[in-house]
């Protein structure tokens, strides 16, 4: 699947390659300001994927998605 949300063509998260590593620090660290808007709980040990899922969570609720 591929998301072509303001003309920029990405990869769904599932489809990556490299999905199943480790998050990255920018990851953590985006998460980490996310979670904190939205009241929750920074989640930790994520993949790159599944980050990457979350970040598009986070932002939805904390309205920085739009």
Request: zero cysteines.
């Amino acid at each position: 699947m591929t998301d072509t949300t303001n003309g920029n063509a990405a990869k769904d998260p599932a489809d990556w390659t490299t999905g199943d590593e480790p998050a990255t620090a920018a990851q953590e660290s985006y998460l980490h300001t996310l979670a904190t808007e939205a009241g929750e709980g920074a989640p930790e040990g994520l993949t790159k994927a599944d980050a990457s899922r979350k970040i598009d969570e986070l932002q939805e609720k904390t309205g920085r998605g739009r």
